[in-house]
């Protein structure tokens, strides 16, 4: 809960509005506090002092003078511009307490204390500031009915919009129906024109999309080749860059091309900004930021070449090829990457508060967009769109309709997950510029709105917390800065959700008081920004990044970006939007965060932001000396806290510690270790499948006393197969060391370097390798395959990564998350946290990593399909091996009956009833549910697969042919071993 502080206030006598007038009691208690909104909203240091003189009483004047206040008065003025109540909360014999809504969009919960006799002198006014949306009834629980999650999201709008800290349109859907729409603000503060459902909104890199989907479009008509090098479409950009940055390289943000918002930018003529080619001198001869392929860095001058490429190889004007394949038969006609002087008056201008990216600011803080606006937009970012057509992207999306199948595992957002469930989300920001899409579940949230980030994020934020999760369970998020721009709202320090990361362990914490965040003065501020700036600079995992960074938070801080917040929560927002503002590291954050912080000389470590546990809060795991490895997990209410989870050496076991370390600290609490042992440590289902092929299900790697058995166990199970699949579709990490034990049964007793851990911090730079001493079966030549999605995260990826690299497996699946850098959580002083990315982990040959791409398979194909596409390949692979004639057609029989299953066309019914009856031999064919079952004497019925006219295959140990017609019925039966039996079909009885 926020601190209260007593505050002395001095304003204007005036009569109160009869708004206010009607929120406040009839009393003389009532209209002082009425005289105190009206008059502040009002300001000028003549009526601070002429209130003092009619309000305060003479005990207050003379803790604090009438100066002393004027400055309070201030401070509050800069930073809320305006007050208004909103609700009576409490009325007592000398107290008023009333809920507030700020011009900058707080809210506040204000208690007027008042002397106790007449006449009633006021004291002071305690002062809670509860943020964004805070005084507004909350409802009771989550998830919400539909009904109500549309009245309190509009509610909470309507209060925003009141206090002129929201402006825009929103759209709210089930299916195809419309729960809720609205328009809010002002689209021209100028011409007072109203936003409408129909206004134009600019989306920021939104535009990315439209881009990814064109040069999909162009992979699928063999224009485009995603792995070849760049200097083939573009010849004329220097070759030095050209001929190593591959296309594919481009989308992921994985190319080391420079941005296009630099000096150049700065200095340019925006004016003239108007063809793809126009921007590419904004970083044409920006060397490389890193060798391609090895690093991700966001690069809006990456998707800027992606349109030039679309250009070239579509022989099209990029602008008029999205206008003629994307906005065209999507039906997007009010959708367009428009100029400034281009005619229409449907567009919204943007408003800002940054200094340096508007205009001169109007009463209430407010500027046009206008010195940080190009006059078009790019590839990269900067169209314009509604509601309606956006609706319409989404409708595309959801059907899977924009690209064929095949081509959707390469933009895997660009069309639904795993059985059609939905979880995706992306959005685009900048100055005077906020756009977020949310497709869970049944649901899609679009937001769009022309005031600064996170506006727009934050509402979709809002609401979507009331909805229930999307069917798969997982949210496939695009960070707002790999297509969009700007913080994320996942949580105070503005990290979004991102692709799955983390899992396998829970964290716990103690039940304490919420503590309550301190008001930052100036000095506060400065000390904060100190530790954080110094503790980037020393362990943030590149030092030349790290100088910038830096550079750039305290070139903000000097030009008095953060002077007006002393809210703590807000000045964290706004320091994270600036420390990402370089290189787009979602990493880097500010969070004031006291259940995170611990002790100094203790660590916290938290991972790529997104939802790492149930609770949606981050997890992840890191190397620790002498092995140890800590993680973080959500703790109530979203925040942050450390548990210390390290491996001991020797005995194969887990140690649990509490901040600070784990020495001393208690062992793994009880909840932990029920939770390990319930999930069998993350060790699902274990089976051998027809032809010898064993299978093991993992879905989280819970390092805890007893997993190592548990694995021994499970390979003990296994130690006769012939080969081995490891299925980690819903894997979403854990602890590594429990997946490195694993790994190292498939690899030689000699130490093999499976990762590279960098950093700049002292011990943790080493080569991760695999153990000698192993509890379970070595098996080092048992062919291996991993089934993959995109929810196989973290310690999961590792695996994946590690048995590629090593052409120790066969991937088949999907790309994966994306999820392998470390980052540290910092302690700095008053509870404030700072996440800096401290390790890059990478392959030990090659330098690859997969932070960000995720680890590719080497077979792509659906998830649900992949246990089937992997069970083939394992049988042919087995086939080609096999030197035994009967046991080679005895797999051949076995992958005929895998092929058909995976086929599984319908059966024609009247068909399949005419070979219905009773065989010699006490056998028996029936239909059961649709489906021909074959059953033998009294053993349970088997049911039989069709590979071909009335040919059957049966559990892949034998061929069924029928033959149905007169004057004799029968059925043949081929074992494996070639022997044929022919049983004749038994009369019906009378």
Same mark, same amino acid.
């Not at 009002?42 to 009526?47: E, H, P, T």
């Not at 900058?104 to 943020?131: K, Q, Y």
């Not at 990493?587 to 916290?604: C, E, K, M, Q, T």
């Not at 069970?871 to 797999?891: F, G, Q, W």
């Given at each position: 809960?926020?601190?209260?502080?007593?505050?002395?206030?001095?304003?204007?006598?005036?009569?109160?509005?009869?708004?206010?007038?009607?929120?406040?009691?009839?009393?003389?208690?009532?209209?002082?506090?009425?005289?105190?909104?009206?008059?502040?909203?009002?300001?000028?240091?003549?009526?601070?002092?002429?209130?003092?003189?009619?309000?305060?009483?003479?005990?207050?004047?003379?803790?604090?003078?009438?100066?002393?206040?004027?400055?309070?008065?201030?401070?509050?003025?800069?930073?809320?511009?305006?007050?208004?109540?909103?609700?009576?909360?409490?009325?007592?014999?000398?107290?008023?307490?009333?809920?507030?809504?700020?011009?900058?969009?707080?809210?506040?919960?204000?208690?007027?204390?008042?002397?106790?006799?007449?006449?009633?002198?006021?004291?002071?006014?305690?002062?809670?500031?509860?943020?964004?949306?805070?005084?507004?009834?909350?409802?009771?629980?989550?998830?919400?009915?539909?009904?109500?999650?549309?009245?309190?999201?509009?509610?909470?709008?309507?209060?925003?919009?009141?206090?002129?800290?929201?402006?825009?349109?929103?759209?709210?859907?089930?299916?195809?129906?419309?729960?809720?729409?609205?328009?809010?603000?002002?689209?021209?503060?100028?011409?007072?024109?109203?936003?409408?459902?129909?206004?134009? =909104?600019?989306?920021?890199?939104?535009?990315?999309?439209?881009?990814?989907?064109?040069?999909?479009?162009?992979?699928?008509?063999?224009?485009?080749?995603?792995?070849?090098?760049?200097?083939?479409?573009?010849?004329?950009? /220097?070759?030095?860059?050209?001929?190593?940055?591959?296309?594919?390289?481009?989308?992921?943000?994985?190319?080391?091309?420079?941005?296009?918002?630099?000096?150049?930018?700065?200095?340019?003529?925006?004016?003239?900004?108007?063809?793809?080619?126009?921007?590419?001198?904004? =970083?044409?001869?920006?060397?490389?930021? =890193?060798?391609?392929?090895?690093?991700?860095?966001?690069?809006?001058?990456?998707?800027?070449?992606?349109?030039?490429?679309?250009?070239?190889?579509?022989?099209?004007?990029?602008?008029?090829?999205?206008?003629?394949?994307?906005?065209?038969?999507?039906?997007?006609?009010?959708?367009?990457?428009?100029?400034?002087?281009?005619?229409?008056?449907?567009?919204?201008?943007?408003?800002?508060?940054?200094?340096?990216?508007?205009?001169?600011?109007?009463?209430?803080?407010?500027?046009?967009?206008?010195?940080?606006?190009?006059?078009?937009?790019?590839?990269?970012?900067?169209?314009?769109?509604?509601?309606?057509?956006?609706?319409?992207?989404?409708?595309?999306?959801?059907?899977?309709?924009?690209?064929?199948?095949?081509?959707?595992?390469?933009?895997?957002?660009?069309? /639904?997950?795993?059985?059609?469930?939905?979880?995706?989300?992306?959005?685009?920001?900048?100055?005077?510029?906020?756009?977020?899409?949310?497709?869970?579940?049944?649901?899609?949230?679009?937001?769009?709105?022309?005031?600064?980030?996170?506006?727009?994020?934050?509402?979709?934020?809002?609401?979507?917390?009331?909805?229930?999760?999307?069917?798969?369970?997982?949210?496939?998020?695009?960070?707002?800065?790999?297509?969009?721009?700007?913080?994320?709202?996942?949580?105070?320090?503005?990290?979004?959700?991102?692709?799955?990361?983390?899992?396998?362990?829970?964290?716990?914490?103690?039940?304490?008081?919420?503590?309550?965040?301190?008001?930052?003065?100036?000095?506060?501020?400065?000390?904060?920004?100190?530790?954080?700036?110094?503790?980037?600079?020393?362990?943030?995992?590149?030092?030349?990044?790290?100088?910038?960074?830096?550079?750039?938070?305290?070139?903000?801080?000097?030009?008095?970006?953060?002077?007006?917040?002393?809210?703590?929560?807000?000045?964290?927002?706004?320091?994270?939007?600036?420390?990402?503002?370089?290189?787009?590291?979602?990493?880097?954050?500010?969070?004031?965060?006291?259940?995170?912080?611990?002790?100094?000389?203790?660590?916290?470590?938290?991972?790529?932001?997104?939802?790492?546990?149930?609770?949606?809060?981050?997890?992840?795991?890191?190397?620790?000396?002498?092995?140890?490895?800590?993680?973080?997990?959500?703790?109530?209410?979203?925040?942050?806290?450390?548990?210390?989870?390290?491996?001991?050496?020797?005995?194969?076991?887990?140690?649990?510690?509490?901040?600070?370390?784990?020495?001393?600290?208690?062992?793994?609490?009880?909840? =932990?270790?029920?939770?390990?042992?319930?999930?069998?440590?993350?060790?699902?289902?274990?089976?051998?499948?027809?032809?010898?092929?064993?299978?093991?299900?993992?879905?989280?790697?819970?390092?805890?006393?007893?997993?190592?058995?548990?694995?021994?166990?499970?390979?003990?199970?296994?130690?006769?197969?012939?080969?081995?699949?490891?299925?980690?579709?819903?894997?979403?990490?854990?602890?590594?060391?429990?997946?490195?034990?694993?790994?190292?049964?498939?690899?030689?007793?000699?130490?093999?370097?499976?990762?590279?851990?960098?950093?700049?911090?002292?011990?943790?730079?080493?080569?991760?390798?695999?153990?000698?001493?192993?509890?379970?079966?070595?098996?080092?030549?048992?062919?291996?395959?991993?089934?993959?999605?995109?929810?196989?995260?973290?310690?999961?990826?590792?695996?994946?990564?590690?048995?590629?690299?090593?052409?120790?497996?066969?991937?088949?699946?999907?790309?994966?998350?994306?999820?392998?850098?470390?980052?540290?959580?910092? /302690?700095?002083?008053?509870?404030?946290?700072?996440?800096?990315?401290?390790?890059?982990?990478?392959?030990?040959?090659?330098?690859?990593?997969?932070?960000?791409?995720?680890?590719?398979?080497?077979?792509?194909?659906?998830?649900?399909?992949?246990?089937?596409?992997?069970?083939?390949?394992?049988?042919?692979?087995?086939?080609?091996?096999?030197?035994?004639?009967?046991?080679?057609?005895?797999?051949?029989?076995?992958?005929?009956?895998?092929?058909?299953?995976?086929?599984?066309?319908?059966?024609?019914?009247?068909?399949?009833?005419?070979?219905?009856?009773?065989?010699?031999?006490?056998?028996?064919?029936?239909?059961?549910?649709?489906?021909?079952?074959?059953?033998?004497?009294?053993?349970?019925?088997?049911?039989?697969?069709?590979?071909?006219?009335?040919?059957?295959?049966?559990?892949?140990?034998?061929?069924?042919?029928?033959?149905?017609?007169?004057?004799?019925?029968?059925?043949?039966?081929?074992?494996?071993?070639?022997?044929?039996?022919?049983?004749?079909?038994?009369?019906?009885?009378?």
């Amino acid at each position: 809960m926020p601190r209260r502080m007593l505050i002395a206030l001095a304003v204007l006598i005036a009569l109160p509005t009869l708004a206010v007038a009607a929120i406040l009691p009839d009393s003389d208690l009532g209209r002082a506090a009425a005289a105190y909104f009206d008059a502040f909203n009002a300001g000028g240091d003549d009526a601070m002092r002429a209130f003092i003189a009619a309000h305060v009483s003479r005990s207050a004047l003379a803790e604090r003078s009438a100066d002393e206040r004027i400055v309070i008065y201030h401070r509050m003025r800069d930073e809320h511009r305006t007050i208004t109540p909103v609700r009576l909360v409490r009325e007592a014999a000398n107290e008023l307490e009333i809920a507030a809504r700020t011009g900058s969009g707080a809210t506040l919960d204000l208690t007027f204390m008042f002397e106790t006799e007449a006449p009633h002198g006021l004291i002071g006014i305690r002062v809670m500031d509860n943020g964004p949306g805070g005084n507004e009834p909350e409802p009771a629980s989550a998830p919400l009915p539909d009904d109500q999650a549309v009245k309190a999201w509009s509610a909470w709008l309507d209060s925003l919009a009141r206090a002129d800290s929201f402006s825009g349109a929103v759209l709210f859907t089930r299916g195809d129906q419309v729960l809720f729409q609205s328009a809010y603000g002002l689209a021209s503060r100028k011409a007072r024109t109203p936003n409408r459902l129909d206004t134009q =909104f600019n989306l920021g890199s939104i535009n990315k999309m439209f881009t990814s989907l064109a040069i999909a479009q162009l992979v699928e008509a063999g224009k485009v080749k995603l792995d070849d090098t760049i200097d083939r479409y573009l010849p004329d950009y /220097p070759k030095a860059v050209a001929s190593k940055v591959t296309v594919r390289e481009l989308l992921e943000h994985r190319g080391g091309i420079g941005d296009v918002f630099g000096d150049r930018y700065e200095h340019a003529d925006h004016a003239k900004l108007r063809t793809v080619a126009d921007w590419i001198p904004m =970083f044409r001869d920006t060397p490389l930021a =890193f060798e391609p392929g090895t690093r991700q860095q966001y690069s809006n001058g990456g998707y800027v070449l992606l349109g030039a490429i679309v250009e070239r190889a579509s022989g099209e004007d990029y602008f008029d090829y999205i206008r003629r394949h994307v906005y065209g038969p999507l039906g997007m006609a009010h959708t367009d990457s428009y100029a400034d002087d281009d005619p229409g008056s449907s567009r919204a201008m943007g408003y800002t508060r940054h200094d340096d990216a508007g205009g001169t600011p109007d009463a209430s803080g407010w500027a046009e967009n206008s010195r940080s606006r190009p006059m078009r937009g790019s590839p990269a970012g900067g169209g314009y769109s509604t509601l309606e057509d956006l609706r319409a992207f989404v409708r595309a999306i959801r059907a899977g309709s924009l690209l064929r199948r095949e081509t959707l595992a390469d933009f895997p957002i660009l069309g /639904p997950g795993p059985g059609g469930e939905m979880g995706i989300g992306f959005g685009g920001g900048a100055p005077g510029i906020n756009a977020a899409v949310e497709m869970n579940g049944p649901y899609t949230i679009i937001v769009l709105a022309n005031m600064d980030p996170p506006t727009a994020s934050g509402a979709a934020q809002k609401l979507r917390v009331w909805l229930p999760r999307s069917a798969g369970g997982e949210r496939r998020v695009v960070a707002p800065h790999a297509i969009g721009g700007e913080p994320g709202p996942g949580g105070p320090g503005g990290a979004p959700d991102a692709a799955p990361v983390g899992g396998g362990l829970k964290a716990s914490h103690a039940a304490d008081p919420a503590p309550t965040p301190p008001v930052l003065d100036r000095q506060m501020r400065a000390t904060i920004l100190d530790s954080l700036c110094a503790n980037v600079m020393r362990s943030y995992v590149e030092a030349d990044t790290a100088r910038m960074v830096v550079d750039y938070v305290r070139r903000r801080e000097k030009a008095g970006a953060y002077d007006a917040l002393t809210s703590a929560t807000r000045f964290a927002e706004a320091v994270t939007m600036d420390l990402r503002h370089v290189n787009g590291d979602l990493h880097l954050s500010l969070r004031w965060d006291p259940l995170g912080a611990v002790p100094n000389g203790g660590r916290i470590v938290v991972g790529s932001p997104g939802p790492g546990g149930p609770e949606g809060g981050p997890q992840a795991l890191r190397r620790g000396t002498g092995g140890g490895y800590v993680v973080a997990g959500p703790a109530p209410g979203g925040a942050v806290g450390p548990q210390i989870v390290r491996r001991a050496a020797g005995d194969g076991t887990a140690e649990h510690g509490g901040p600070g370390g784990p020495d001393g600290a208690p062992g793994p609490p009880p909840q =932990f270790l029920r939770d390990a042992v319930t999930h069998n440590f993350g060790l699902g289902r274990i089976e051998i499948l027809p032809g010898n092929v064993g299978c093991l299900e993992i879905t989280g790697f819970m390092g805890a006393p007893g997993s190592d058995e548990a694995i021994a166990a499970a390979l003990r199970f296994l130690e006769h197969t012939d080969a081995i699949i490891f299925d980690v579709r819903r894997n979403r990490g854990g602890n590594g060391q429990m997946c490195n034990l694993l790994l190292s049964h498939f690899l030689p007793a000699e130490p093999v370097k499976m990762v590279r851990v960098k950093s700049r911090i002292e011990g943790l730079n080493h080569d991760e390798t695999s153990v000698a001493d192993v509890p379970g079966p070595r098996r080092t030549d048992v062919p291996l395959w991993v089934l993959t999605s995109r929810g196989t995260g973290s310690a999961a990826e590792a695996f994946s990564f590690v048995l590629k690299n090593l052409a120790r497996a066969t991937l088949v699946g999907e790309r994966t998350a994306g999820a392998s850098h470390m980052v540290q959580g910092f /302690p700095l002083v008053d509870g404030f946290v700072a996440g800096v990315s401290i390790t890059r982990v990478s392959d030990p040959r090659t330098g690859r990593e997969w932070e960000g791409i995720g680890v590719q398979p080497d077979m792509t194909v659906e998830p649900e399909r992949a246990l089937t596409v992997a069970h083939a390949a394992a049988l042919r692979k087995l086939i080609a091996a096999a030197d035994d004639p009967a046991r080679r057609r005895s797999l051949e029989m076995t992958l005929e009956w895998v092929e058909a299953r995976d086929r599984s066309a319908p059966q024609d019914a009247s068909r399949l009833a005419a070979l219905v009856g009773a065989y010699e031999g006490e056998r028996e064919a029936r239909l059961v549910d649709g489906h021909l079952e074959f059953r033998r004497g009294p053993r349970m019925g088997s049911p039989l697969v069709a590979i071909g006219p009335d040919r059957f295959s049966m559990d892949g140990e034998a061929r069924l042919e029928f033959a149905a017609g007169n004057p004799s019925p029968s059925v043949m039966i081929e074992q494996a071993d070639g022997t044929r039996t022919t049983y004749a079909r038994v009369p019906a009885g009378p």
